[in-house]
């Protein structure tokens, strides 16, 4: 679980961070870590690599649309079958279940996380350099 102390990362991502992420001393602050080392490592990629890439806020905002977007984008086949299936996933879920609401699945986090628990996320979070949810960094 701890994927900062992987030597392949540290050698090529985490180096120059070792010594803040060194300082982290609580569970979540380090899962804020590894989210981060996440969106870290894929930013780098995105930099090598011509890869499509959607938030999941974009597509919770306009479901219908944005998956057919990206249908489009990747020349896949839109059908009826497949807006069926998005339309029915657009429905309250529970549990490990596929369905939600996608609106209210925006911005979730900071409904759902205490102050106390956000700022404790941010500590890991916001040690790496990071363009994506920038505005989840301190």
């Not at 992420?21 to 080392?37: D, E, H, R, T, W």
């Not at 429905?91 to 699945?105: L, M, V, Y």
């Not at 911005?107 to 790496?128: H, Q």
Request: glycine content about 4%; some cysteine.
């Amino acid at each position: 679980r701890e994927v900062y102390k992987q030597k392949a990362l540290v050698k090529d991502y985490l180096s120059p961070y070792m010594d803040k992420i060194a300082q982290l001393k609580s569970p979540v602050a380090k899962m804020g870590l590894q989210v981060a080392i996440f969106y870290y490592v894929w930013e780098q990629q995105l930099k090598k690599y011509d890869w499509l890439t959607v938030t999941h806020e974009d597509l919770c905002t306009a479901p219908i649309e944005r998956f057919r977007e990206l249908y489009n984008k990747l020349d896949l086949q839109w059908s009826n079958e497949v807006e069926q299936y998005v339309l029915q996933s657009n429905t309250p879920g529970k549990g490990f279940e596929t369905k939600r609401i996608a609106a209210d699945e925006i911005d979730k986090w900071k409904r759902m996380l205490s102050g106390e628990i956000i700022e404790e996320i941010r500590k890991g979070y916001s040690i790496l350099p990071l363009t994506h949810y920038h505005e989840f960094q301190k």
